[in-house]
């Protein structure tokens, strides 16, 4: 069973390493492969890992492995160890699942560009890293994992690194989980000073003891690593120009696995978040005002990536309120579901790009049903199952999500109403891109790239992925249907600690099918009403041009920040290097040379060249010296 | 056999250090200068000697026999560099090879 986990973790290790180390003695597409072997293969360790854990009895779903101690200072010691359990075991059947489709499918999505295997030794790494991430038995192999998912992330958005765009959104990437990652290692400091250790067991045996206020601080820090990863207001303004990276990067990056991160770690770290009351309400109002921000932004935007991106954000807010309430199981069942749908989504629109030769500009799209069927109807799959349509995996997940919240309490049935008024945005945004992307008359742009190149839909690397991410997209929900099974959640009760139960809320049946229907016949409602002004077109598209801009600029959150942050510190900059590092840093420098040559010139005039000159210096110190050994004797 | 005192012999030696020594100071020619050179190298040969008498013992005989093959050997590096200036015609003077200089 921990083999298994090992096997999981360093395959696709070993991949990336392998491509790099054989660099332009495989082909392109041996690289490919490759890549896409070693994600399989860390897919078997996580189902051998996953079967050996059903062998055992839930109380005892847990096991820790170590392979050596990786660091010690003193008496405080942390080591390369893995924890295996349920939870664990989720994200690695998550992560090596969904990727490993993804990197198939990259085989046909990247067949021809110059760097393609540059692009799979990144794949590859990422995986690794995100295991890494997953399995980590101590907070400081997780944030190993969680700074090397950031490289990777970084890497990938800026793949096509000719594009000045690409390489901005990297950069922003990087730099705001940059702050998420800071406050993280502060959290843990706190640990290390107050706890002595970083293994998770310890420090949750030991976070009783700990004071309300150093709680606080620990969950605070947690929170905004959590919150800069899975790009929840206010460090979201990096997933929507994460876009410019390749299409399956998107998929499995930014929508399925790395920026779901936020919300496992909070699940990891429940214990934590469970003492500070206060902070798990912030999460949960931050996943609240994100769903509810993103899904209006989502309304307007014209790049189909970006609709995809914003809905991303949307859907991990419906996550962060799960978990901050205190659903952990509805939470990562969420998380599951969404890595689903959500891929699918992004590989569609892949297709469609494909086909299109890169354009993702949905103005310019239409007609594609008569063109794509088979992506229409994947497509559609993905759409429906964002929606929260029964009997579709997101159905049963976000329902579950929002049923916990309208069953704890005041502050909970608050969130209730956002994520519902969510709910109807889904459906308004989602179908809105539907419709106006697949129906209609095909545009120009459609027809001038199907008359060039045929009806194809993709090569059936590109196709097999999106036709079983289809399959559970639409199965996936499943495995947890109110009042009548919940093995998901029974799955992951072990990881709970101190209890029985996982979750904090436990909705009734009752309450589970009114949220059901409410949710349902809002995200209706959405679809109606996007079906009046995209689909049928018998509403005018609304024309409120504040409302517009606010939405179109994003709330001016980059705005914001580049005045509040940026501006600030460039004059900063201006001042100190005009003020300070002119006159003080380099003026001294230039005296020291000065003063150097000066002196250097001086001895040299010492220096005559005349024979004689040298000869009587030598002749003079021969006299001094020997008149010195006179007087001493 | 009686000598003159060791004395003398110092005297000798300092007059001829002093002479070799002027003329590598005061002259220009490098003939000359080398000249100068061989009279202070035997002024030194000397008072080895008279110290190596004084004491009976011939560690200052060998001393001066190792000076007079190092005086030999520079002897033949100096001329050939004077002959190799004088084959580029350039001017025999020490004064005007100050290419050194600091």
Redesign the interface.
């Known amino acids: 069973m921990t083999t298994g986990a090992w096997i999981c973790l360093v395959a696709p290790l070993a991949g990336a390493v392998l491509i790099t180390l054989l660099g332009g003695t495989i082909s392109r597409r041996t690289a490919g492969w490759l890549s896409t072997l070693s994600v399989f293969v860390g897919f078997g360790g996580a189902v051998t890992a996953f079967i050996g854990l059903l062998d055992r009895e839930p109380e005892e779903r847990e096991a820790v492995t170590s392979a050596w101690t990786w660091l010690a200072a003193g008496g405080f010691e942390v080591d390369l160890s893995l924890l295996v359990d349920p939870l664990a075991v989720t994200m690695m059947l998550i992560v090596t699942g969904v990727g490993g489709l993804i990197v198939l499918y990259s085989i046909g999505y990247m067949d021809g560009d110059d760097e393609e295997r540059r692009y799979f030794a990144y794949m590859s790494l990422f995986v690794f890293s995100m295991l890494l991430l997953v399995q980590a038995a101590n907070f400081l192999i997780l944030l190993a994992g969680w700074g090397l998912v950031g490289l990777a992330s970084y890497l990938l958005i800026g793949f096509w690194h000719e594009r000045p765009e690409a390489v901005a959104a990297a950069k922003k990437a990087f730099i705001m989980n940059a702050f998420g990652d800071a406050t993280m290692a502060l959290a843990f400091f706190v640990l290390i000073w107050q706890v002595g250790s970083l293994d998770f067991g310890v420090v949750f045996a030991e976070a009783d003891g700990l004071s309300t206020t150093l709680v606080n601080l620990v969950a605070l820090g947690l929170l905004g690593g959590a919150v800069a990863k899975s790009a929840q207001i206010p460090i979201h303004t990096w997933l929507p120009d994460a876009m410019e990276g390749p299409t399956p990067v998107s998929a499995l990056i930014h929508a399925a696995t790395m920026v779901t991160a936020g919300v496992y770690l909070i699940v990891r770290a429940h214990p934590i978040f469970e003492l500070a009351p206060d902070i798990s309400d912030l999460a949960a109002g931050l996943g609240t005002i994100t769903l509810l921000v993103a899904g209006l932004i989502a309304l307007v935007q014209v790049d189909i990536k970006r609709v995809i991106a914003y809905s991303t954000m949307s859907q991990i807010g419906y996550m962060f309120l799960g978990a901050g309430l205190g659903a952990y199981g509805n939470g990562m069942f969420h998380l599951m579901t969404h890595a689903f749908f959500k891929a699918l989504l992004f590989l569609a629109a892949g297709l469609i790009i494909h086909h299109l030769a890169g354009e993702q500009d949905m103005r310019k799209m239409g007609g594609l049903r008569r063109v794509m069927p088979r992506t229409f109807v994947a497509f559609l799959i993905g759409a429906l199952a964002l929606a929260g349509m029964p009997p579709l995996s997101g159905f049963f997940s976000k329902d579950a999500i929002l049923a916990s919240a309208f069953a704890s309490g005041g502050y909970g049935q608050l969130l209730f109403v956002g994520g519902m008024v969510g709910a109807l945005l889904t459906g308004l945004y989602t179908f809105r891109m539907v419709f106006i992307v697949f129906l209609g008359e095909p545009s120009p742009l459609v027809r001038e790239h199907t008359d060039a190149h045929g009806h194809g839909e993709g090569p059936w690397t590109m196709t097999v992925p999106v036709a079983i991410l289809a399959v559970l997209a639409v199965v996936g929900g499943w495995v947890q249907i109110a009042g009548i099974w919940h093995p998901f959640e029974d799955w992951l009760d072990p990881v709970a600690v101190g209890r029985e139960h996982l979750a904090l809320v436990e909705p009734t049946v009752t309450e589970d099918y009114v949220a059901s229907v409410i949710a349902v016949g809002l995200g209706l409602l959405g679809i109606g009403v996007a079906w009046m002004i995209y689909g049928a077109r018998r509403w005018p598209v609304p024309r409120w041009t504040a409302v517009q801009t606010l939405l179109e600029r994003k709330f001016w959150f980059d705005e914001l920040y580049d005045a509040v942050f940026y501006r600030p510190t460039v004059f900063i900059a201006f001042l100190l290097r005009r003020y300070v590092e002119e006159p003080l840093i380099g003026g001294s420098i230039e005296g020291v040379t000065r003063g150097a040559r000066e002196a250097g010139g001086a001895?040299?005039?010492?220096?005559?060249?005349?024979?004689?000159w040298y000869?009587?210096v030598i002749?003079g110190a021969v006299a001094v010296l020997v008149a010195v050994f006179v007087a001493v004797q | 056999v009686q000598g003159p005192d060791v004395s003398w012999y110092l005297v000798v030696a300092a007059f001829l250090f002093s002479i070799g020594?002027s003329g590598?100071?005061?002259r220009r020619s490098p003939l000359i200068?080398l000249l100068s050179l061989e009279i202070m190298l035997n002024a030194a040969n000397l008072a080895l000697i008279s110290f190596a008498r004084l004491h009976g013992n011939h560690d200052g005989q060998v001393f001066a026999l190792a000076v007079m093959a190092v005086a030999a050997s520079e002897v033949v590096v100096g001329l050939g560099l004077i002959v190799a200036i004088a084959r580029r015609r350039l001017d025999l003077d020490?004064?005007r090879?100050?290419?050194?200089?600091?």
């Open positions: 001895v040299g005039d010492v220096q005559t060249g005349y024979l004689r000869a009587l002749a | 020594a590598v100071l005061l200068v020490v004064d090879l100050r290419v050194l200089r600091g």
